[in-house]
Every structure is written in structure tokens, then in C-alpha cells.
């Protein structure tokens, strides 16, 4: 299996920070030979100096570990945090409603507009709530729609996972190997994603490691009877789990539940759990809880129950839900991109796994992953974020594999293995040249930059890992996907301005009332119905059709409409038929994520202010949308981009159904420098569509 003495140290646990092997590079460099061992412990002369001293820094102390943990996760997390719009659909939906939440200053419902929100429990809308009162507190301008704001709870639930895999794997291993495994883990590419979103994963993988570290005190000292888990270890493991039924209900309890069950049968032995305390422990976790359970149920009867439990969790049990169904097997395949830079790593660490299984502490973190991953894959609604708790235990796999020198190299397939670290870098940078060039025409050139240095710090780490020196290698790992972080998050996604179809229909209405249209219109949309718009425009927003958005625009006061390209001919004659001009103010092409749909939205304006106090459009209306030009050509020019508000001729009295509001005629009617009025529009599938144009007050409507 592995040496003896490997086996002993694994065991020990009686100083869990003492390094493996101070001693031994003492001896060997007074011999003047080189380490037996060529894992974490490698020696000068074959470790950059730079990455030595990284771990002789951390090695010193916990508190110099946990301080350059901290710094890599400033440096891994913040690129993007502020700048990315609100990315559709889960993110938006709880922002919106954490958002209506503060509006009602109700803490107890959930709901997204008009809709109860049952789905999960109250704990990240109230982390959210708390984070947007303090920026509100702070004078940060329009908090309440400030995303990043929302995504405080998360980046902070992220570095916290980091630092408590930190303190899991020192209960289970030495300070540097411990170091390495929460370092691996802080660069994983699915935690740097939820750090960035408004969710409940980042929280929920912090709640796992802070619980888990604590069981790992517990049963690692399991055999000394004079051992006591401290009060504040007591504390952190049933508040971690009081939280994390709060934020995702089950996920939490059911991932230290199913340990603990692998771990008793393979010891047949369960009396080592009474060091938790069960007895105090239930009743914090109750007090926790309880009180919101307690409110939700006097509010809505069992209605949160029906949908939390009936609709969501055993619907997602029972069949793939919303789309997202996947066979067993799923997860591990999407581990090796979702997982990178730690996947190609822990899949040479994986003989060592098979032979060292039942040593404790590999024992321990295998059965923190396994048997909650084989739920997931079994389930067959799937989502990658949901095996995210786990990914901690498998870099303290690879950093125990490491410490010991077994990562496997022999082969074709670990050497295939380790090219995962350069092929990713390399996948990504291909991904989003092509994204650029398809979608906006244009090539981000410092992103690119950062993007192949990326490539290159991956190819360094290549090399490293091909010589054995697999400290190096995972801190060049790390390296690289900081680097991707800064090139992708940075400046990529926030100039793929193609997806950020919500922020520009925003901007639309904002640019058109600094050109004079009314202020503060009542908006509808016909045929986009993200949630990211919801949030970013108001609660209030109306969602309904073509027709429906004639209507809405008919009614009194300022009023907008965003209406897209396949619902404007229905909008069009709906509007005619109630006597309705309405005036096109801008157009918002675009990619929808969720579907990837090409869109073109119109943004029509109706105002309650008299025609003569308007003044007339700058040029004529901006021009239909033609699927075949670029992106950029579909921005409306400058000198069309104003808004002249609604106008409304005289008209005589409208239907019930769609009540019209008359204004004024003005003294001098703007002219209409396109064609006479009366000339039917020009209706194509897919529209470009002939917007609605205004008439001067005298001129004949349109049958």
C-alpha cells in the first residue's frame, strides 16, 4: 500500500499543523543527498525558490496559512464581482426577491412579483436583505438594484468554504498539505462561478466544510479518551447546520448524515458521534430554524411545504425537472471541466485513493464525497452545482495522495490526465475568441492577453507535474486560474454585451427620458420574460403579449413597452385597431442565454403630456432589425437614438377593451419625412417590422 510510516502519520493526530517532513529535509540536506519523496516535500534545489518560500511562509503558522488563503481568494473572487450584469435565471430571481422582501418589509413570505417563492428557505434572501441594507446604509447610490450588492453573501460563503477545507484537512494531515488542498479548491472553476452569483451554492458549500471540519476533530481523536471537540468547534458544527437547513433545507445535514453512516459502519462503531453533543447541538439547530418555519406555516398553511418538498425536491427525485435531466455519470464528466484546475490532479490521485481507502483519513474524505455524489448522479434532475459541496473533499484526496509522493505517473493515462491542465486553458481561450467574433465583431484584445497567459502558466504547470514536482505544479495551477479569472471575469464577460439584453433595454429608457421623453414610465414586455429584467426595470413590470402591449400602452400616463420582433405585427395592428400611435425609440438585439434564441426587442413609448410641449424626433425612427447584419450595425445611430415621446391623434372614442388616451393636437404638427400616413406596414417574418409611426394631428387614420 504505502509505507508504514505513512500510515502511522496519518493516524496521529496529536499535533494535526506539525509538518511530515521539517526533520527529514533537515537530515537530508546535512547528508547533502536529495528527499526520498518528490511530493509536497520537494527539495530546494527542484522547487522554484518563489514557491518555497510560499511554503515555508505557511507553514509556520495557521494563521500565516489561513492570511495567504485569504489573499488568493481577493484575488481569485473579485474580477467580475461588480462588473457582470445579473445573470438569468436563478441569480435574478432571488435578488428580485430579497429585492420585494426590503420593498414590503415582510421577512417571512417569499415571492418573485405576484408569486409565492417556495422553492428553498429564507436564509440567503435574508443574508442578501442584510447585505443590501448595510450598502444602503452606506450611501451606495440605487442599492436596491445593485447586483453585486446580492452577491456578497456568496463571495463570502466561497472564501469561507476555502478557509474551512483549510481546517478540515489540518485535523486530517500536515499544514502544508492541508495549505495545498484548500488552495487547489479556492482556484476550482465552478466555486469561482457561484462566489459570483446570487445563490445559495457558495453558502451551502461553506455550511458542508465548516460542519465536516469539525466531524473530522471528532472522529479523528476518536480513540483518545481524554479528548474533548472544544465549545467552539460544538458551536460552529450545529450553527453551521442550522444555517444550512435555513439556506437549501436537506443538502447539508444529509452530506455530514451520510459520512457519518459510511464512517460507523466501516469502524462498526457509533458512540464516537456522542462527542457532538446531540442533545444541545438539536436544540440550537431548533432554535435556528424553527422560528421562520413556524412564521412561513402561520402565513401560507402548508403551501411552502407542498411546493419546497412535493414540487421541488421529490419532483427533481422522481424526474429530470426544468429541462435539467441527465443519466448517472453526468457529474463526473462535468467534473473535469467544472473541476479544473483540481480535476486533473485528483485523477492521478486516484490509485492512491483505491489503495489507501481504508487508512483514516482517506477513509474520511471519501466518505464526504461518495456517497452524497452517488445520490446526485441517481437523481435524475442535475445541475453542476450541486456536487459543489463536495469538491472539498476530493482536494484533500489529491493533497494526501501528494504528500505521499503516489500520484500516479506511469502510463499513457495519467500523462493524458495531466494535459487537462493546459487543453482547459487552451478550450477557453478558443471559446471566447470565437464568441467575440460571431457575436460582437470585435476581438478583446486584453482579455485574449490574459487568457493566453493563462495558457501558458497552465503549460508551465504541465511540465511541473511531469517532473514529479506536483507542489509546484498545483500552486502554478492556481496561478493560471487566476489569471483566467481576471481575462474572463474581468473584461470578457462584461463586453459581451450580446447576452446583457436586460441592462440595455434598461439603459433604452433611461437614454430616451434624458432626450426628453416623460420620466419614470410604467413598462410592459411582450415576448421577454427574463427575471434579470424584473429586477433591473421594477417589480412592477408587466409580462404579457403583442396585443396585451397595445393595450398597456393605451392607458394613461408615461408608459414604455419592450416588445420583440415576432410579437411587433400583433402589437402593430392591435394598436391601429384601438387608434393608437405609438413612437419607436430604440431597437436591442441580442442573445438569450437561457435557449440561446436570437432576439430583437422594440422599445415603444406612450406619454400623458401634450403633443405641442414635445418636441419632434431628431430624424426618423430607428430602423426594423435585420437578422442578417452584425450586431453592431443594429445599433441605432446617434442621431435616431432620442426618444420624441408617445403621441396620440384624435380619435373617436375607443373600444372598452383598450381605452385610449387623447392629447391636444399641436399648433404645428412635426412632419413626417418617411411616407404618408395611412401606408400600411411592412410585415416580414422575421419582422424587420415598420414601427408605428406618429402623424401629424390633422392627418386621416389608418383603417
Known amino acids: 500500500m504505502f509505507p508504514a510510516r505513512a500510515a502511522s502519520r496519518l493516524k496521529r493526530v496529536g499535533n494535526p499543523g506539525e509538518s511530515l517532513y521539517g526533520s527529514a529535509r533537515a537530515a537530508s540536506a546535512r547528508e547533502g543527498r536529495l528527499s526520498l519523496s518528490r511530493g509536497l516535500a520537494e527539495v530546494a534545489m527542484s522547487t522554484p525558490p518563489l514557491i518555497e518560500r510560499l511554503f515555508g511562509f505557511v507553514e509556520a503558522s495557521h494563521a500565516r496559512a489561513v492570511a495567504a488563503l485569504l489573499l488568493a481568494c481577493l484575488v481569485l473572487f473579485a474580477p467580475g464581482l461588480r462588473s457582470l450584469p445579473p445573470m438569468d435565471r436563478d441569480e435574478p430571481r432571488f435578488a428580485q426577491a430579497t429585492k420585494q422582501m426590503l420593498e414590503t418589509r415582510d421577512p417571512v413570505d417569499i415571492r418573485f412579483q405576484g408569486e409565492a417563492r417556495h422553492k428553498k428557505p429564507v436564509g440567503i434572501y435574508w443574508m442578501q436583505a442584510a447585505a443590501v441594507s448595510a450598502g444602503e446604509a452606506l450611501g451606495v447610490p440605487e ?21 474551512f477545507t483549510y481546517a478540515a484537512a489540518a485535523a486530517l494531515t500536515t499544514r502544508r498539505a492541508a495549505f495545498v488542498a484548500a488552495l487547489l479548491f479556492s482556484a476550482v472553476i465552478l466555486l469561482g462561478v457561484e462566489a459570483r452569483l446570487a445563490k445559495t451554492d457558495a453558502v451551502i458549500a461553506a455550511t458542508v466544510a465548516i460542519t465536516m471540519a469539525a466531524l473530522a476533530r471528532v472522529y479523528m481523536n476518536q480513540d483518545d479518551r481524554t479528548w474533548r471537540l472544544s465549545w467552539g468547534w460544538f458551536a460552529a458544527f450545529w450553527i453551521a447546520m442550522g444555517v444550512g437547513v435555513l439556506v437549501k433545507g ?11 453512516l459510511v464512517l460507523s459502519i466501516a469502524d462498526r462503531r457509533i458512540g464516537w458521534l456522542g462527542r457532538l453533543r446531540p442533545l444541545p447541538g438539536f436544540a440550537i439547530l431548533i432554535l435556528i430554524v424553527a422560528p421562520w418555519f413556524v412564521a412561513i406555516t ?8 407542498q411546493e419546497a418538498v412535493g414540487q421541488d425536491m421529490l419532483a427533481k427525485v422522481g424526474s429530470g425537472k426544468e429541462s435539467h435531466g441527465a443519466p448517472p455519470g453526468t457529474y463526473l464528466a462535468a467534473f473535469l471541466g467544472t473541476g479544473w484546475p483540481l480535476a486533473p490532479f485528483f485523477l492521478l490521485a486516484l490509485p492512491f485513493v483505491w489503495r489507501a481507502r481504508r487508512t483514516p483519513t482517506v477513509l474520511f474524505a471519501i466518505a464526504w464525497a461518495l456517497p452524497m455524489w452517488i445520490v446526485f448522479e441517481l437523481v435524475p434532475t442535475k445541475l453542476p452545482h450541486y456536487v459543489l459541496p463536495l469538491y472539498p473533499a476530493l482536494a484533500i484526496l489529491t493533497a494526501l495522495a501528494a504528500e505521499e509522493g503516489a500520484l500516479a505517473m506511469r502510463g499513457w493515462g495519467p500523462k493524458a490526465a495531466a494535459g487537462l491542465l493546459p487543453l482547459l486553458a487552451l478550450a477557453l481561450l478558443a471559446a471566447v475568441t470565437a464568441g467575440f467574433v460571431l457575436y460582437e465583431r470585435t476581438i478583446p484584445i486584453v482579455a485574449l492577453l490574459l487568457l493566453l497567459a493563462a495558457f501558458g502558466v497552465a503549460i508551465a504547470a504541465w511540465r511541473s507535474t511531469m517532473d514529479g514536482l506536483f507542489g509546484t505544479a498545483a500552486v502554478q495551477a492556481v496561478a493560471a ?12 464577460v462584461p463586453q459581451f454585451r450580446t447576452v446583457a439584453i436586460s441592462p440595455r433595454l434598461v439603459a433604452a429608457v433611461q437614454a430616451a427620458e434624458r432626450a426628453g421623453a416623460c420620466r419614470g414610465p410604467e413598462l410592459a414586455t411582450a415576448g421577454f420574460r427574463e427575471p434579470s429584467l424584473v429586477f433591473l426595470s421594477g417589480t412592477n413590470l408587466t409580462m404579457t403579449d403583442g396585443a396585451g402591449a397595445a393595450q398597456f400602452l393605451a392607458g394613461p400616463g408615461c408608459r414604455a413597452v419592450f416588445v420583440v420582433s415576432a410579437m411587433e405585427p400583433q402589437f402593430i395592428e392591435a394598436a391601429r385597431n384601438a387608434g393608437l400611435i405609438a413612437r419607436l425609440s430604440d431597437r436591442v438585439q441580442g442573445l438569450n442565454l437561457n435557449g440561446g434564441r436570437k432576439l430583437d426587442i422594440g422599445v415603444y413609448w406612450r406619454q400623458e403630456t401634450p403633443a405641442a410641449s414635445v418636441p419632434p424626433a431628431a430624424g426618423p425612427a430607428a430602423p426594423a432589425a435585420d437578422p442578417a447584419r452584425p450586431i453592431e450595425d443594429l445599433k441605432p445611430a446617434p442621431e435616431a437614438a432620442p426618444a420624441a415621446p408617445v403621441e396620440a391623434t384624435p380619435s373617436p372614442p ?3 377593451a383598450a381605452p385610449v388616451q387623447d392629447t391636444p393636437a399641436p399648433s404645428a404638427p412635426p412632419a413626417e419625412p418617411e411616407k404618408p400616413a395611412g401606408t400600411p406596414p411592412a410585415a416580414e417574418a422575421p419582422p424587420p417590422v415598420d414601427p408605428v409611426k406618429a402623424a401629424p394631428a390633422d392627418a386621416p387614420k389608418a383603417p
Open 654 to 656: 375607443p373600444s372598452p
Open 143 to 163: 442599492a436596491r438594484t445593485t447586483i453585486w450588492l446580492y452577491r456578497l453573501p456568496s463571495a463570502l460563503g466561497a472564501i469561507m468554504a476555502v478557509l
Open 250 to 260: 436537506p443538502i447539508t445535514p444529509a452530506v455530514v448524515g451520510l459520512a457519518a
Open 298 to 305: 402561520m402565513k401560507s398553511g402548508v403551501a411552502f411545504f
Open 481 to 492: 486560474s487566476a489569471v483566467v479569472a481576471w481575462g474572463a471575469y474581468a473584461f470578457a
